[in-house]
């Protein structure tokens, strides 16, 4: 091969891999541009659905704003420890003087002292009483199952003024079913509320009356 030839030869080559490189280049060009465009439309996306959940799918209301039909209110609740029995003007109770041990919170098959299911309450647990010859045990189970699982009391209480009563300190409303859309306004609004002298107070480390079952 003359010397003009070979010169020829590596021209093309250079020439080649430089056109393999650019159009090597322009491919990366294009799955970067790809990429972007794609989280791009991901981000955009994504914030789509966001608003759509928001809007269809709202932050609950402020517990202060929650308006319960029937809700009964109680102010100037003592709140004295006292060893012994009270007189308590609801049934259930739903605050004033009590017991120095709290109720142990859980569910009950048996009904509760109310001196100490009264200092639950000033702990900031909602008591949920129901009357097992209204209620069934299925209907119970259901109850339970609306009820948080912590600072709560479950337990059987006869002779109430509606099959299903549902208790925090300074508040009360009585419901005939477990699917009433008040147990959960009511559990929403006073569970744990700032209304009780003592929210977020132990609910454990106290006395277990007989018949606690969880």
């Keep these: 091969m003359s010397g003009s030839t070979a010169k020829q030869a ?27 465009g794609g989280c791009t439309v991901s981000v955009v ?12 799918d709202p932050p609950p209301p402020p517990a202060a704003s929650i308006q319960i039909a029937g809700l009964q209110t109680f102010e100037n609740l003592t709140s004295n420890h006292v060893a012994s029995p009270v007189s308590y003007p609801q049934a259930p109770a739903v605050g004033g003087d009590h017991a120095r041990a709290w109720l142990n919170c859980g569910v009950y098959s048996q009904p509760v002292p109310a001196e100490n299911a009264v200092h639950a309450l000033e702990h900031g647990a909602v008591w949920a009483t129901y009357d097992p010859t209204a209620v069934s045990a299925a209907e119970a189970e259901t109850l339970r199952q609306a009820l948080p699982n912590t600072h709560t009391v479950l337990s059987p209480l006869e002779g109430t003024a509606y099959p299903i009563m549902l208790s925090a300190w300074g508040a009360q409303v009585g419901v005939d079913s477990p699917g009433d859309e008040r147990v959960e306004q009511f559990v929403t609004k006073f569970w744990q509320s700032s209304n009780a002298p003592e929210p977020g107070a132990a609910c454990t480390g106290g006395i277990t009356a007989p018949g606690r079952t969880a």
């Design 10 to 36: 590596r021209q093309d080559r250079v020439a080649r891999l430089e056109a393999v490189k650019a159009a090597q280049s322009r491919e990366a060009r294009k799955r970067k541009l790809l990429w972007a």
């Design 45 to 56: 996306l994504v914030g789509t659905l966001v608003a759509v959940a928001l809007i269809n």
